[in-house]
């Protein structure tokens, strides 16, 4: 027998309207070079219905991706409502991959216009003529002096939404599995993969974070994703802080920590996410403000270290506190909690307990699975790799070199991350399968580095491993060792690499050694390179 309830979709078109009508007076501010813009939601949800409109007048077809390169701004905004809620599939892209990743996705996704920030420009342009599907480059200024080219494929996006009509009709998705973003995520060996939400999974992940026990995000909030919207939705706020009519505070190219730490105390900012090495920028000028409005700030993406989360509580008085996620998980799937299962704890103890991921949120569910391919006990003690599964979790891959691999047979997420769980169901990362080093929330693949350093004629072997970073949480050390006869120095080896990788890649260390020690079936043993690195207590700055 079913149910006899209303089956309506779980859609975008839904999460806009209810910002239109309920919330039109509520603001988004947005950061751009220089100053900020202050819209209401009524001005951005009228600009979403123009944008929608011209994106029919450029004869974007039904389904079509459409790219975007920008930072967190209402222009980006009415981009996250009117592809999704026309029918086409945004498709967010990290412009500080190297140019060879950035041709692979656009083509991969087979993109067919990109809007690019005007600051951001100059790094997607030489890049064009690459991109084998793009029909049009729409600018969106954002008050930076960036040549704009003279090619006929440079559309202007305010003379776009100023052409074009109201379309005057409502946004519709019938089905709620229907696509509605799509990003890659580097955080994988081999080519970059496609993860393509739905309406259905992004609307379920925005209600997710409005729990009080995630994040409780309420109509009183002034939430401000420092996160990118080009990584995963900017971790969904954005639709969440439509569905409740949150303000929002989108920082635009306005990244430094002075101009960070501007906008929250200006706009009386509640709730703050962004990735460890952001906070820890932050800290050292928060200090200089009035923070008063401030309730909950999220580190997330990384391990939060103690003496940063501490740091939060003297200088601001609110700990900082942690969430697991993956691009694959749309992303959140736990966020830490003080339960009444830690009521004993000492204030010390809970914030503590805050900075580690904490239990999953509703309708996911998470299991520890040992090497023998068996669930290990919820101890808190017993590592195993985390499998997740649940409605906003990838159940494959997009794009034309995903492979089926990173499931299991009966369909959860392999995350290559290890784990313990306790009893109360509380999550710690205690290390990684996946060969990536993670630095300032940002994947760098460690083999494509090894392959490029190997690629030196000087040298026989190169293995890549990342140590702990004060300021990037992870960086990557090299260990080479030369062709015989041959004497590489770490500069002719960085050299080297500075025309094959981003200059964030480049590996702070550089290490000759005689030989790289392997393990049992011959691959670069990266426990025991890690394992010396510690013993010989080379701390980042120092190498030989
Ligand atoms: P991404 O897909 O780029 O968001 O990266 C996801 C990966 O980041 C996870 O698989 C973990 O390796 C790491 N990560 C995310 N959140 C945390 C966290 N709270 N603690 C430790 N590692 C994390």
Redesign the pocket.
């Known amino acids: 027998m079913l149910g006899l309830m209303q089956d309506r979709p779980l859609s975008l078109p839904h999460v806009f309207r209810r910002a239109e009508r309920c919330f039109g007076h509520k603001t988004v501010v947005s950061g751009r070079v220089g100053g900020e813009t202050t819209m209401t939601w009524a001005e951005v949800c009228a600009r979403t219905r123009r944008l929608a409109a011209a994106l029919d007048e450029l004869g974007v077809p039904a389904e079509a991706r459409v790219g975007t390169f920008a930072w967190n701004s209402h222009r980006h905004l009415e981009l996250y409502l009117a592809v999704p809620c026309t029918g086409r599939v945004l498709h967010t892209i990290n412009h500080r991959l190297f140019g060879e990743q950035i041709t692979y996705v656009v083509n991969d996704a087979a993109d067919d216009v990109l809007f690019v920030d005007r600051s951001i420009l100059p790094a997607i342009w030489p890049l064009v003529d690459t991109f084998t599907t793009v029909r049009a480059v729409v600018v969106m200024d954002d008050g930076s002096d960036a040549e704009i080219p003279e090619d006929a494929r440079v559309v202007d996006y305010e003379d776009l939404l100023g052409r074009a009509a109201n379309p005057g009709h409502e946004f519709a998705v019938a089905d709620e599995n229907t696509a509605a973003a799509l990003c890659y995520?580097s955080?994988t060996t081999g080519a970059p993969k496609g993860v393509l939400y739905s309406h259905r999974s992004i609307v379920l992940h925005a209600c997710l974070l409005l729990m009080v026990d995630t994040f409780g995000i309420n109509e009183r909030d002034v939430v401000m994703p420092i996160v990118p919207m080009f990584?995963?939705n900017a971790w969904g706020l954005p639709y969440s802080a439509m569905l409740c009519g949150a303000g929002l505070v989108l920082p635009g190219p306005a990244m430094t920590p002075p101009e960070l730490a501007g906008m929250l105390a200006r706009h009386q900012v509640t709730f703050g996410a962004a990735v460890a090495t952001v906070w820890r920028g932050l800290l050292p000028v928060l200090g200089r403000h009035d923070l008063p409005a401030v309730r909950q700030i999220v580190c997330?993406?990384?391990?939060?270290d103690e003496a940063l989360t501490r740091g939060y509580q003297d200088t601001i008085g609110v700990p900082l506190t942690?969430?697991?996620?993956?691009?694959?998980t749309s992303?959140v799937v736990t966020a830490s909690r003080v339960g009444t299962a830690h009521d004993r704890c000492t204030p010390e103890q809970r914030r503590a307990l805050l900075g580690t991921?904490g239990p999953a949120v509703p309708l996911t569910e998470v299991r520890i699975v040992g090497d023998d391919g068996r669930e290990v006990s919820w101890d808190g003690r017993t590592s195993g790799e985390l499998q997740v599964s649940g409605p906003t979790i990838v159940a494959r891959y997009f794009g034309s070199r995903a492979v089926a691999d990173g499931f299991t047979d009966d369909g959860w997420l392999r995350?290559?991350?290890v784990a313990t769980v306790d009893r109360h169901g509380y999550l710690r990362?205690v290390d990684?399968t996946?060969d990536l080093v993670?630095s300032g929330?940002e994947?760098i693949s460690s083999v494509e580095l090894e392959n490029a350093i190997m690629d030196h004629p000087d040298v026989s072997e190169a293995a890549v491993f990342g140590v702990a970073d004060e300021k990037w949480g992870e960086r990557p050390v090299a260990c080479v060792v030369a062709r015989p006869g041959a004497t590489p120095t770490v500069e002719t080896v960085r050299d080297h690499l500075r025309a094959r990788v981003a200059s964030w890649w480049l590996p702070d260390q550089v290490f000759f050694l005689d030989e790289i020690p392997k393990t049992a079936t011959g691959k670069f043993s990266k426990q025991g390179l890690r394992s010396w690195y510690v013993a010989d207590n080379r701390g980042p700055g120092k190498s030989i």
């Open positions: 995520t955080g990584h995963v997330g993406g990384g391990a939060v942690n969430a697991w996620g993956m691009t694959e992303p991921p995350t290559g991350d990362i990684r996946k993670k929330g994947w």
